[in-house]
């Protein structure tokens, strides 16, 4: 096997930033308050920023600050101020998608590490070099390419930059994220940040001599939403990926809460460090393959595929509305003597057999007893969101860990 692939998890805010540090991000991507593509997230101010590279680096994990808008001019100055803002911090790398934003923080941060975002559109091996030959160290690769064009080009450089290619989470109708739709309808540019979205919306078809007559493009239980693409998922390629060439699996997903990002990245991990130790046996484990593709399906997700990895994705109309095997129950805040200090976020009761997620994997819990922290009343049910509770959780759970339970009718 090639040197192992270092695993880049999203970070929207801090708490999701601890959550993939704890379950197994070698390296995390963020905003900063300006200069990103996703200016809805949380992000960082300069004293969070710092706090984050504190806490990555003491796990041994690197920081990825994202710079990677369509800049105008009057962005240039602003976006050096913050690389170099970012580099005194101790930030391992800026994200950069725009050609003179990578030659200018090149030229006047030197020392910094840039990655070229997948904005770049990068799709062969001779525009990789061309970034190398300006001091680039990463390209992130376009997501339109397929598996055997990036082995090729893996092939081709020989390790003279490093390539980067997304594996799992949310794809963009437009190349390489290159949509003006939003612009367009409500003013909203996704290339500077402020995408809403608007090709997850319904849409129908209109025969201009019949006004008001709404003909669906795609006909399913719930409309069709035929701009909309659906979620990448590789796992059950990963060991294809790990042989690639590839030096860095990124996951999408800035605007994903605590408990997809715990999923999602702890499964990528526990199924990475499962090949690295054994290749052939992991080929040969089915059910662990399984169980962790499995987890997948538990977090709020389009449908999934493969994008373009091997070839035209599925049909886009499909991916109407978002699917789930399990809804988010509670956050650990805490534990001591073996109960669970927890962050309600959806309503369970006594009895209800939930599973615990950690970095090691999931086990049933049932819950014994509810107590409210702020009354220390014992209950029949948590109802309130982010109300305190504690639970009796023995040796299951720590600080950071998640609650799960089945998808409730919240009628």
Known sequence: MKQMPSLLAPAGGMRTLETALRFGADAVYLGAQAYGLRAQAQNFDEAQLARAVELAHARGAQVHLTLNIFAFDGDLPGMVRTAKAAQEMGVDAVIVSDLGAIARILREVPGLAVHVSTQASTTNSETARVYRAMGASRVVLARELTLEQIEAMARELAGEVELESFIHGAACMAYSGRCMLSSYLNGRSANRGACSQPCRWTYALVECTRPGEYLPIE?????????????????????????????????????????????????????????????????????????????????????????????????????????????????????????????????????????????????????????????????QAARVPEQLVRVPCGDRLAAGDMLRGPVRNRA
């Open 219 to 379: 006909e399913g239980d719930r409309g069709t939403a035929i701009l909309s693409s659906h979620d990448i998922c590789m796992m059950e390629h990963l060991p294809r990926l790990m042989e690639s060439g590839v030096c860095c699996f990124k996951v999408e997903g800035r605007m994903k809460n605590e408990l997809y990002i715990g999923t999602v990245i702890g499964s990528y991990r526990r199924a990475m460090d499962a090949y690295a130790r054994d290749p052939k046996g992991y080929l040969a484990n089915e059910t662990l393959s399984r169980a962790l593709r499995a987890e997948l399906d538990k977090v709020s997700h389009r449908a999934y595929d493969t994008g373009f990895y091997f070839g035209m994705p599925k049909v886009c109309g499909e991916a109407v509305g978002t699917q789930q095997a399990a809804e988010y129950m509670g956050y650990v805040r805490a534990v001591s003597g073996g109960v669970a200090l927890v962050e309600m976020k959806n309503r369970f009761f006594v009895g209800d057999a939930l599973e615990t997620v950690t970095p090691s994997g999931s086990q049933t819990l049932i819950v014994e007893d509810i107590v409210v922290d702020a009354t220390n009343e014992h209950v």
